[in-house]
């Protein structure tokens, strides 16, 4: 099922994981987007990220001096 929040894709993906020589199949959850979309969207779930924009590492305007 895919549905969007944010613009956010959110699927299921199986994959294949080798154990004993056998191949057992292993359904992951996907959420594909943006990471800042992401913390926005599910903010319990990501708030052991940090993440850090352009616009916050650019000093501010205070320390500009207008002459």
């Known amino acids: 099922m895919t549905y969007k929040i ?13 154990i004993n020589r056998k191949y057992i199949p ?13 913390i ?10 940090r993440h850090e924009t352009k616009r916050s590492l650019r000093p501010s305007a205070k320390g500009k001096n207008k002459t």
Do not use: H, W
């Open 6 to 18: 944010y613009g956010l894709k959110i699927y299921t993906r199986t994959t294949n994981e080798k």
């Open 26 to 38: 292993k359904m992951l959850g996907v959420i594909e987007g943006p990471i800042n979309k992401m």
């Open 40 to 49: 926005k969207a599910y903010p319990e779930e990501f708030s052991f990220m």
